[in-house]
């Protein structure tokens, strides 16, 4: 017996001496018939998202005899842990995915998504350069922008009528401004401003001339402590203070807890998305307010806006490349991305669909100039996840909107953060 | 006896415990071999998925962790927070053990069936409902306070403090009814014994109830000492992840923050082979620490 309890213990330790490896996936196939899987994410208000894939699936169905399109919906917060298991076992992966466009370097680099050839698709040339480039990861196209999101600043129209103000003309004006509606009406935030809410405060960093890093080289290098960038986690952090938004209450917020308070009532302004226009329409505030561009440092300027969306991409270990290409053609071409649209109100990434909406919805103007007048991004490097994952952004803000630390110190200790994520592998 | 009836009896023994020791090498000793292998390495989602090759770390893993500010800045408030829920837990487990045995049938019942009812409720309900109860805007406690708008969970101490409570309150049933089974496991002529010997109360108490639930005090002390140190429910639902800019981490939460989130297996499998070793030696010390004084009883 001793000696088959030895034998079964040696046995262990002699079967690996590293840990696991799944083996890069298969380079995958060309089936021409089968299953297609297709993973989109779910939404609060799935109904209308799904009738549009619905009419999709059903159309291609028809186009491809012995085809099937399975549609699964993943929830957004797990995706990480669902496309992880998928990369590591692609018998379980899909063949087509939706997925956030800041996942997309480190999706790439995990060997997730297979390079994608825009050349011989008619529609691809329409797609806006900017946007497209949230689908690229060293100059290769991997996803296709199926949509494109870009924050303004919402305001109320009531409580800025009765006290007479306008909207704000620089970034400077933002906190006078919020603290006056404050005092004037102490029931609400003067704007509401989550100590979480990375993409609503690096468009004050970005409008001074900061940035979350630069590039050198092929490697990136924090630059979040640079004197430009300062400047506007200081105008940022300004704002999240007892006499505009109290930090017990604002610290912990991220941006959809930011935007709920406008849609509560309980904000002036706030920092929202094209996205949560439709929410805002259903909420205490509905037409109540108006939207205009988050300005810039001087007046007439646009803060760059940070380039949201999802993009769709070919998982690399597919077995139908070719079908799950046209799929997604379909999907994210013209028709369709009008159609999505019409139906969740995403902006459309095909410069000539959004100039027709825009001309057909008055109520996007605001967030097409901020689109137009430039948009940024997070560094395009699979470190950015590890960054995005271990808080260092959101961290930052809250040490000194709320730890009462000091921001000289809190930001070099993002940048050394970010420097040793950068540095890693 | 004679030595060689000692040997064959070990021999049995050891082959009635060898099933059990099989399942404990697959279920444990496995994990944990696997745990240290990937603490020694650089292994994040690329190596798992094979997209980029593994690399020996050696101590690599261990190094960097030991040598950040924050994860010893976080270990302390681990032991600190750990230390407060154990302490906590063993009061008023203990406290409202004795008053089980005090107390009439129906009031006994009342207390165990919603001792119970807080033992039975799962950690994320249990979270989520104090957070409710907790609530700034619209939470009970506020409203019967009166202090409406102020926020539990901001407040560095506050936030800690509102966890722990919930900590004591979910893990307290188990100390309250390993003692009361204990107590009422006290022969009746023991007490009766130091009784008529004319023992005060709080004499029978330490010198003929402690000493006897000892054994069961050991268990419940360790089995709270390993369940706080590792709480992660309570931390991360009722303080969002660990707080406003991380100032309510503790180790567990940090280790997913840090590594499993940001796909640092080799790091996170670090943290996590501390944490064991940390553990065994905490529960070592304590039972040589029992073993000494009950030597010197």
């Known amino acids: 017996m001793r000696f088959a309890v030895a034998a079964v213990v040696g046995a262990v330790v002699l079967a690996g001496c590293a840990p696991v490896q799944s083996g890069s996936a298969p380079a995958g196939g060309d089936e021409q018939v089968g299953q297609l899987r297709v993973w989109l994410f779910d939404e609060v208000n ?122 704000p003309a620089t970034l400077d004006e933002i906190a006078p401004l919020a603290r006056r509606i404050r005092a004037a009406k102490p029931d609400l935030l003067g704007i509401s401003a989550g100590g979480k809410y990375t993409y609503g405060a690096m468009p004050f960093v970005w409008a001074n001339g900061g940035d979350i890093a630069r590039k ?65 329409d259903a909420s205490a505030a509905a037409g109540k307010y108006a939207v205009v561009p988050l300005p810039g440092k001087k007046a007439g300027e646009i803060a760059p806006a940070f380039a949201g969306g999802n993009l769709l991409g070919v998982l690399k270990g597919s077995e139908r490349k070719t079908l799950a290409t046209e799929f997604l053609r379909l999907l994210g071409g013209k028709e369709y991305q009008r159609k999505m649209f019409d139906a969740m109100g995403n902006l459309p990434t095909f410069g000539d669909v959004q100039a027709e909406v825009a001309e057909a919805n008055p109520v996007l103007e605001p967030f097409i100039k901020t689109l137009d007048a430039g948009t940024r991004f997070v560094p395009v490097t699979p470190n950015w996840a590890k960054i995005d994952a271990q808080a260092v952004l959101p961290t930052l803000l809250q040490q000194v909107a709320a730890g009462g630390e000091d921001l000289d110190k809190a930001a070099k200790s993002a940048a050394d953060e970010m420097n040793a994520a950068f540095a890693s592998s | ?165 919930q900590v004591i309150w979910c893990s307290f049933p188990f100390v309250m009814v390993t003692l009361y089974a204990g107590i009422k496991a006290i022969p009746g002529e023991v007490l009766e014994a130091a009784a008529l010997d004319g023992a005060s109360t709080t004499r029978t108490a330490t010198s003929v109830i402690l000493p006897l639930l000892r054994p069961l005090l050991i268990v419940v002390t360790i089995q709270s000492i390993i369940w706080d140190f590792k709480v992660f429910t309570q931390i991360y639902i009722m303080t969002n992840g660990g707080g406003i800019a991380g100032r309510n981490l503790v180790l567990n939460v940090y280790a997913y923050q840090q590594a499993f989130a940001a796909s640092e297996y080799g790091l996170g499998a670090s943290i996590g082979v501390v944490m064991t070793a940390l553990l065994l030696l905490v529960t070592l010390g304590y039972l040589r620490a029992l073993r000494r004084s009950g030597e010197a009883l």
């Open chain 1, 46 to 167: 799935r109904g209308p998202k799904e009738a549009v894939v619905k009419e999709a699936v059903t159309e291609f169905e028809q186009a491809h005899q012995g085809v099937t399109v399975d549609v699964q919906y993943i929830q957004v917060q797990t995706r990480a842990e669902r496309f992880k298991a998928a990369f590591s076992d692609p018998q379980s992966a899909p063949d087509v995915a939706e997925f956030g466009n800041t996942d997309l370097a480190g999706y790439v680099a995990g060997g997730g998504f297979a390079e994608l050839d825009l050349g011989t698709w008619d529609e691809a040339k329409d797609l806006l350069p900017a946007v497209l480039d949230t689908g690229k990861v060293d100059g290769k196209v991997y996803g296709v922008p199926w949509y494109v999101g870009v924050r303004a600043l919402y305001y109320r129209t009531d409580v800025f009528q009765e006290l007479n103000l306008q909207p």
């Open chain 1, 216 to 280: 050198d080289g092929d490697k990136y290098v924090a630059a979040i402590d640079s004197t430009e960038s300062k400047a506007g986690l200081r105008q940022y952090t300004e704002l999240i203070a007892d006499d505009i938004c109290p930090p017990a209450q604002c610290a912990g917020n991220g941006g959809d807890a930011s935007v709920e308070a406008f849609r509560a009532g309980k904000a002036a302004m706030v920092v929202g998305g094209d996205f949560n226009r439709k929410s805002v």
């Open chain 2, 1 to 165: 006896m004679t030595m060689r009836t000692a040997k064959g009896d070990g021999r049995i023994a050891f082959a009635y415990l060898a099933p059990a020791l099989l399942v404990l090498v697959g279920l444990m000793g496995y994990p944990i071999y696997q745990l240290v292998l990937i603490s020694l390495f650089d292994y994040g989602q690329e190596q798992v998925s094979g997209g980029a090759p593994l690399t020996f770390l050696g101590l690599g893993n261990y190094a960097n962790l030991l040598s950040q500010d924050r994860f010893w800045a976080v270990l302390g408030q681990t032991i600190g927070f750990a230390a407060v829920c154990v302490l906590g837990t063993l009061v008023v487990g203990t406290a409202l053990a004795v008053l089980a045995t005090r107390v009439r049938t129906w009031a006994r019942m009342t207390l165990f069936l919603a001792a119970l009812g807080a033992w039975a409720t799962p950690a994320v309900a249990g979270s989520t409902i104090w957070l409710f109860l907790f609530d700034a805007n619209f939470g009970f406690v506020n409203e019967v306070l009166g202090t409406t708008g102020m926020s539990w969970t901001y407040d560095k101490w506050l936030a800690f403090g509102l966890v722990a409570a």
